[in-house]
């Protein structure tokens, strides 16, 4: 196990099992083949023209896609095609200062290859012996990755609030930070994979935070997401990630990103420049084409 073996493994995919799926001139996602046959089903809805999937260009705004794609993947989920369902919107769109192209329950993101946003935030404590991460431990419940190490705080990117908005919320439902503390917090930029689950495709982009913690705050399960935190020196952090699969497979590019920063990965480091490129993977082609495609 190695740090570029964490990287490589959220970038495994074949996009040769994939047909680009557009709204208008945008691309939305990926579509895998054998989820082809759900949408020739549904020929108001999707069509394909040339070599891409699209939606109907009958509806014309977001409001009308949104809530035609909803009915079309409560069909999916009521003949249990779609067994993850959240309750919970996520915007399609390729970046997030781009206006969304429809919102999409997030259970449904990775089967149309959307690109997912979140945020992860790495809570810190600086002492006398050295700095310190605080590592939760994911809930046994958890229907993904149960019972392993998580980042202080993680969270997927809904509709309707900034992103910052968002971090804050996270911080207070999975660790009991307070908002007062949370907005201490310091964007650090974001990593990026494109990761391949089946007939799943997650082209995501987590947005990354830093937040030093006062030495006597205690981060504790606020909503069930972790069943409890620790609090390891970075020396530690940094061998458990290196050496093993024990942290959540996102989770590690968010650590590893960290430790390029606070220089626990050094330039003059074997693999340096492949670790530091590889954190930020878009090998996904441009976001528009032709209309005649």
Known sequence: MSFLDHIHRCNTHDLSAFTPWFVGSMQAGWVHRDTVPSLRARPQLFH?????????EE???PAERTAEMERFLLE????????????????VTPRLDLPALLDMERGAVALFGVRAFGVHLTG??????????????RAGTKATYPG??????????????????????????????P???????????????VHQIGVELKPDVEYCFDLALPADF????????????????????????????????NCNLVLIDFFV???????DDTDYFEIAAGLRSQPLPPTSVDQRA
């Not at 394909?48 to 109907?56: A, D, E, N, P, T």
């Not at 503390?181 to 990593?191: C, K, L, M, P, V």
């Not at 399960?221 to 952090?237: I, K, M, T």
């Open 48 to 56: 394909r023209r040339g070599k891409v999937w699209r939606l109907s």
């Open 59 to 61: 509806l014309a705004s």
């Open 76 to 91: 999916l989920r009521d003949r249990g095609l779609l067994p993850a369902w959240r309750g919970e919107r996520y915007p």
């Open 124 to 137: 810190y404590v600086e002492r006398s012996d050295g700095l310190h991460i605080w590592v939760p431990r």
């Open 148 to 177: 392993m190490l998580d980042n202080t705080v993680a969270g997927g990117q809904p509709s309707g609030i900034s992103v910052r908005d968002n971090m804050i919320k996270e911080c207070g439902e999975e660790a009991g930070i």
């Open 179 to 193: 908002p007062h503390i949370a907005r201490r917090a310091i964007s650090t930029g974001f990593i990026s994979y």
């Open 218 to 249: 205690v981060p504790h399960p606020h909503d069930g997401e972790a069943e409890s935190f620790e609090l390891w020196p970075v020396r530690r952090v940094f061998e458990t990630v290196r050496d093993s699969a024990e942290f959540k497979d």
């Open 261 to 267: 920063r606070h220089g626990l990965i050094a330039p």
